[in-house]
């Protein structure tokens, strides 16, 4: 099975910080490549699919990049709502495995 | 509006079984492929299995850890989920969510989630 990693594990930022997170596949997905933002307590939040493509309502600060085994999320002008864990997802092909995660706090 | 509700949590002595359901509503639930996926406490989120749509063959895909253990049904007639959880062990604790896509390519619906607690 394909595994993912991310990369790093946490960070701390500011408020209007620029911040990037890296996701790796172990095997090519193509963009089958999706991200998801969870909050304390709260369900996930699917934020991008197709490796780029912003989901409905979700601000334009959140952006998605990536191919085959590199992908990243950038969030520009962090905002205070942005403080939480972010994962990525495959979903090429069962199993449709998560990374471990990035916790975003703050600074 | 797009809802999915799960139920069923509880807690269960370590082999023991469950049943978690999840009803939906305000989309064509006959057509949409469904998803378990699952939090430990304090974890991060695991994909656990799924089913496809009927019409899709209504074939199922399981993680590695719960295969041969859990199976996933649905009812079309009533838009409901069932997930069957069967030799339970401390591992398979955490919050269990079902989700699917529905006018996106990701998960993007998902219920608010039941907590299922394996104990002696």
């Known amino acids: 099975d394909i595994q993912m990693t991310q990369s790093p594990s946490s960070l701390s930022a500011s408020v209007g910080d620029r911040v990037t997170i890296t996701c790796r596949a172990s095997q090519g997905i193509s963009n089958y490549l999706a991200w998801y933002q969870q909050k304390p307590g709260k369900v996930p939040k699917l934020l991008i699919y197709?490796?780029?493509t912003l989901q409905s309502g979700v601000p334009s600060r959140f952006s998605g990049s990536g191919s085959g085994t590199h992908f990243t999320l950038t969030i520009s002008n962090l905002q205070p709502e942005d403080f939480a864990t972010y994962y990525c997802?495959?979903?090429?092909?069962?199993?449709?495995?998560f990374g471990p995660g990035t916790k975003v706090d703050i600074k | 509006e797009v809802q999915l509700a799960e139920s069923g949590g509880g807690l269960v002595k370590p082999g023991g079984s469950l049943r978690l359901s999840c009803a939906a509503s305000?989309?064509?639930?006959?057509?949409?492929?469904m998803n378990w996926v699952r939090q430990a406490p304090g974890k991060g989120l695991e994909w656990v299995g799924r089913?496809?749509?009927?019409?899709?063959?209504?074939?199922?895909d399981f993680a590695a850890s719960v295969k041969g253990r859990f199976t996933i049904s649905r009812d079309d007639s009533k838009n409901t989920l069932d997930l069957h959880m069967n030799s339970l062990n401390t591992e398979d604790t955490g919050v269990y969510y079902c989700?699917?896509?529905?006018?996106?390519?990701?998960?993007?619906?998902w219920g608010q989630g039941t907590m299922v607690t394996v104990s002696s």
């Open positions: 989700t699917t896509e529905w006018e996106s390519d990701a998960f993007n619906i």
């Open positions: 197709a490796a780029s």
């Open positions: 089913i496809k749509s009927k019409t899709d063959g209504g074939t199922t």
């Open positions: 305000g989309f064509s639930f006959y057509y949409a492929w």
């Open positions: 997802q495959k979903y090429n092909s069962a199993p449709f495995t």
